[in-house]
């Protein structure tokens, strides 16, 4: 069974920066998309970032330019550097780590973007 372990939320100013993580174990099969999503209150989860099969990364249209997902050195793991972050950034964020047969979740952190 995969598991996810998620680090890196908080509080920060507008215009400030946080780094999330997220690591993955477990899995038998080899993991070809890891990815976040964030929900806000009262709004359904959305696509944050995510890249696939080592190559091709996608990010929503609100945080190109400011969000940069990456692969980390260790197996299994994805980054998402958040730079000059708004208060409508503020939301849970989930890491999610997909084989060809299943997706999993993770618990969620916190960014809180106010000053």
């Known amino acids: 069974q995969v598991q996810l372990v998620e680090s890196g939320g908080g509080l920060v100013q507008p215009g400030g920066s946080l780094r999330l993580s997220c690591a993955a174990s477990?899995?038998?099969?080899?993991?070809?998309?890891m990815g976040w999503y964030r929900q806000a209150p009262g709004k359904q989860r959305e696509l944050v970032a995510i890249?696939?099969?080592?190559?091709?990364?996608t990010y929503a249209d609100s945080v190109k330019g400011r969000f940069t997902i990456s692969r980390g050195n260790a197996k299994n793991t994805v980054n998402l550097q958040m730079n000059s972050l708004k208060p409508e950034d503020t939301a849970v964020y989930y890491c999610?780590?997909?084989?060809?047969?299943?997706?999993?979740w993770g618990q969620g952190t916190q960014v809180t973007v106010s000053s």
């Open positions: 477990g899995s038998i099969f080899p993991i070809n998309a």
């Open positions: 999610k780590a997909s084989t060809n047969w299943s997706s999993t």
């Open positions: 890249t696939e099969s080592g190559a091709r990364i």
